[in-house]
């Protein structure tokens, strides 16, 4: 569905290459997670993709064709939803929706059902410009969806969002993938891409260090040890134990026979515990 390849891009009056020979592709159905610290480059990638920067060098290939070749039907095949919401303040959700919907060739369906489903039902008469940020974020997230696209690019899904209200759009997401919507994601918000994408790209001052599944490079990155905590004699204590071997392993055979135990955990490394492994900076 996407395909790029040596993508560069420079911004106006800017001596910096922004984007340094990116070469990433997504097939239909994945979600593909971009990820990286503020300024890293997942923005203005994203950007590129949907058109609204230009002037790069290389190739961004959507669904077989060059972007550069794409007239305004490419906006039916995609959904976009960014970091800061894009609505009309002086409308209402439900104005909001009706009117942007009317931009589609396909019109949007159950625009209600999209309301109820992410808790603004009781809003949908509201003015947009007296929502919280949160509330916005939402109603975002139904505009980039609601013309049901191909492609859907969101930039931090769950930027502003409570727990309850990020776990709804997490769901959402997972359920457009099980429909075979691809799903470009840019966020720096590592449990996020865990429990959402297929592959994740870690980007870095415009440079892509690595592209794997999450847990591929949790588990290359991570220590082959396994931490137990159990009880003894009312003390906790903690041991961590090679995996190699494990079931030969007598301190493991008497700790499982003897004491109670607590907690048992693999030592496989957290996503930015791996970002900063091979980039050297934090995710901030």
């Known amino acids: 569905m996407i395909n790029v390849r040596n993508l560069q891009f420079t911004y106006p009056k800017s001596s910096n290459e922004a984007i340094k020979g990116l070469n990433f592709s997504i097939a239909k159905g994945e979600v593909f997670g971009f990820l990286g610290p503020s300024g ?30 794409w007239d305004y039907n490419f906006y039916e095949k995609i ?18 929706l009706k009117l942007i919907g009317s931009y589609y060739k396909t019109a949007p369906k159950d625009i209600e059902g999209l309301l109820i489903r992410v808790g603004l039902e009781g809003e949908r008469r509201k ?45 959402i997401i997972l359920e457009l993938k ?72 007598l301190i493991f055979e008497d700790i499982l026979k003897n004491h109670q135990i607590l907690t048992m955990h693999s030592q496989e490394a957290t996503l930015e515990e791996v970002f900063i492994l091979l980039n050297g900076r934090a995710l901030i």
Not at 42 to 67: C, V, W
Not at 79 to 96: I, S
Not at 136 to 152: G, S, V, Y
Not at 195 to 219: H, W
Request: glycine residues 6%; aromatic residues 8%; neutral net charge.
């Open 79 to 96: 959904g976009v939803a960014f970091d800061f919401p894009n609505l009309y303040k002086k409308l209402t959700a439900e104005e909001n």
């Open 127 to 171: 003015k947009v410009e007296d929502y919280s940020k949160g509330m916005k974020m939402r109603l975002n997230f139904i505009r980039a969806i609601m013309h049901d696209p191909e492609i859907l690019f969101f930039d931090e899904p769950t930027s502003g969002l409570d727990p309850v209200n990020a776990r709804i759009i997490k769901d």
């Open 40 to 69: 890293a480059g997942k923005t203005t990638t994203q950007r590129l993709i949907i058109g609204l920067l230009r002037g790069y060098s290389g190739n961004i290939e959507i669904m077989n064709k060059e972007r550069r070749e």
């Open 178 to 249: 099980n429909r075979g919507k691809t799903i470009f994601l840019t966020t720096h918000h590592m449990d996020v891409a865990e429990q959402l994408c297929d592959r994740v790209a870690f980007i870095n001052e415009g440079m892509i260090s690595a592209i794997d599944q999450p847990k591929n490079l949790m588990v290359q990155y991570g220590k082959p040890m396994l931490k137990v905590e159990y009880e003894k004699d009312g003390v906790v204590h903690t041991e961590k134990l090679s995996l190699d071997h494990l079931k030969d392993n």
